[in-house]
């Protein structure tokens, strides 16, 4: 596939998309429609069992949206690209494989929310995470005030939100908002490995347990547990389940077929 704002290279079932807006990949209209073709096109190929999203270069994993183009914006131009934002966010945070934001240098505004809708980030250890919009006298508009307070806790993400500060990737590590920090020069290498493992899982079981967790995860715990039984019904009717058992019971490695 051949796009204006990105780069697509696929490898050993595993997926890497670079965002591609040098200097810093800035986040711009174009940009979100490209990443929601892309998504449905990863979706859908066989091919991809993981996707990691990375910045290109080093400077920067998304620096946040446009600012140049959002401040030429009326206000139905503005909500046009809010909904191009949430309408890729979404589609990220929804695709039925697992993801892993490759976080490099700057991870700010819409970059954050961004990484916020991968299942991990893991992140160099020159990374800098923030949602610095109230420095704007704007707010986050994609996600940032709700993806953020579900993962670390609402007070952290107060403090990061009300404040608009940085932190690095320790901090970011510490309270959970990356998975791991890891040197510069080893972070795509790092992130292959944790994609290698998820792609080498079957799919629909994975498949299933990325919607019993983030569905789950926004209702109550008695839905969420008619959810989660629905889940393993539909994967205990696969081959790859049968196969699993036998491996196990015949003491060998399992050969998944992802069926």
């Known amino acids: 596939m051949d796009w204006e704002t990105l780069e697509l290279v696929v490898e050993k079932k595993i997926a890497v998309l670079h965002l591609n807006r040098p200097p810093v ?8 429609e490209e990443l929601y073709e892309a998504l449905e096109y990863m979706e859908r190929s066989d091919e991809i069992k993981a996707v990691i999203i990375a910045g290109k270069g080093e400077k920067a994993f998304a620096a946040g949206a446009d600012i140049t183009e959002m401040s030429g914006l009326d206000a139905a131009g503005m909500a046009q690209m809010n909904a191009l934002s949430r309408r890729a966010f979404e589609r990220l945070e929804n695709l039925q494989k697992p993801t892993i934001a490759a976080v490099n240098g700057l991870a700010l505004g819409g970059g954050c929310e961004l990484a916020l809708c991968c299942d991990f980030r893991i992140c160099s250890e020159n990374a800098r995470f923030g949602l610095p919009e109230i420095t704007l006298a704007i707010i986050p508009g994609g996600g940032g005030t709700q993806r953020l307070q579900r993962l670390i ?63 789950g995860a926004d209702t109550d715990l008695r839905s969420a547990l008619t959810l989660e039984a629905a ?18 019971v015949e003491k060998r490695k399992p050969v998944y077929l992802d069926k």
């Open 153 to 215: 806790g609402q007070a952290k993400a107060k403090e990061l939100l009300y404040f608009g500060d940085m932190i690095g990737a320790a901090d970011a590590a510490a309270c959970g908002l990356a998975n791991k920090a890891v040197p510069l020069e080893g972070l795509l290498d790092a992130c292959k490995e944790w994609a290698a493992k998820l792609a080498a899982k079957p799919a629909m079981a994975m498949r299933m347990m990325k919607t019993a967790v983030n569905a």
């Open 25 to 32: 990949n800035a986040l711009n209209r174009k940009l979100f």
């Open 231 to 248: 889940c393993f019904g539909t994967v205990f009717a696969t081959y790859d389940r049968q196969e699993g058992m036998n491996a196990f």
